[in-house]
């Protein structure tokens, strides 16, 4: 697979995955370098989570790539603020190929009957595990009720996601790229976070694992998100970025602002492209510099 850029000269590199990037994250600084435009037609994509927030941007761009996408989710409607239409159908209505595949992901038959539905669009080329929940509270209020929860959606359906993707691609026999969303958490703590903290460093040894055991057919990377505005963790999105904007928070950020899901998915969509075909088991940060604090 090329990227756009490609097309004019054969490279002899792995059958990976390409994505793409068009155009900078809302509420970018005025600062422009330019945007990468990759093609994922004939892929196809398997985003979980991805009804609202994140995974529903990073669907949608995989879509806006000509890729055909697979929505897993436990609900089909979106959580985000002014958002109605279900993310599938918005992919539709944009001109794109998707399918809603009801989808819990504590489950693993259920996960891997999402990714069987990816036979219906030619296989699974691309598997984004990003459900998740958040939870607070210290290491003295975590009830063991409230830690099985929570690591049974994020590490659980990060972990048996990876393996059910995994079978499908190496059945398959033309490889793939697997990408977890783990975030700033996996490395840095905060107050009242560890049972997140927790499963956000168990994704992060998840990654890197699958991407020794599965190499070199299969690449697994990570993603770890900074403070993103949307509605995921109890906080609205409008709240999150004037906190940010305010400087309110345990520490500043470089950048000066928010991100924003359009953010997190040009890094995936990079991630899941044959522009990062020498990359596996990496964590990449995209959080304006948070975690360089």
């Not at 996601?161 to 398959?172: D, V």
């Not at 998100?225 to 995921?232: K, N, Q, S, W």
């Not at 991100?259 to 020498?278: C, I, K, N, Q, R």
Request: hydrophobic share 40%.
């Amino acid at each position: 697979m090329r990227s756009v850029g490609d097309r004019e000269r054969e490279v002899d590199r792995p059958r990976s995955h390409r994505g793409p990037a068009k155009s900078f994250a809302a509420g970018a600084s005025a600062v422009r370098m330019g945007s990468a435009s990759f093609d994922f037609e004939e892929e196809t994509v398997l985003v979980t989570g991805a009804a609202s927030g994140i995974g529903r941007e990073i669907a949608r761009r995989f879509g806006e790539a000509g890729a055909s996408v697979l929505v897993a989710d436990v609900r089909e409607t979106p959580r985000d603020e002014g958002e109605t239409i279900p993310t599938h159908e918005r992919i539709e209505a944009e001109g794109g190929r998707s399918s809603y595949v009801e989808t819990d992901v504590t489950d693993p038959g259920a996960l891997t009957e999402a990714v069987a539905r990816a036979e219906g669009f030619g296989g699974l080329d691309v598997m984004v595990n990003n459900a998740g929940v958040h939870v607070s509270g210290t290491i003295r209020e975590v009830t063991p009720e409230t830690f099985d929860r929570i690591h049974a959606v994020n590490v659980r359906g990060t972990f048996f996601g990876t393996q059910a993707a995994a079978e499908a691609m190496a059945e398959r026999g033309e490889g793939g790229a697997i990408l977890n969303m783990a975030s700033i958490s996996s490395t840095q703590s905060k107050p009242g976070q560890v049972a997140y903290e927790s499963t956000k460093g168990a994704i992060r040894m998840i990654t890197k694992g699958a991407a020794v055991d599965l190499a070199p057919e299969i690449r697994v990377n990570a993603l770890a998100p900074g403070r993103i505005a949307t509605e995921f963790g109890g906080i609205g999105a409008a709240e999150k970025a004037r906190l940010v904007a305010a400087g309110e928070g345990s520490k500043p950020i470089p950048l000066g602002r928010a991100g924003y899901p359009a953010d997190v998915a040009g890094a995936a969509l990079f991630l899941a492209s044959d522009e990062a075909s020498y990359l596996t088991g990496e964590l990449l940060y995209v959080d304006g510099g948070y975690s360089s604090m």
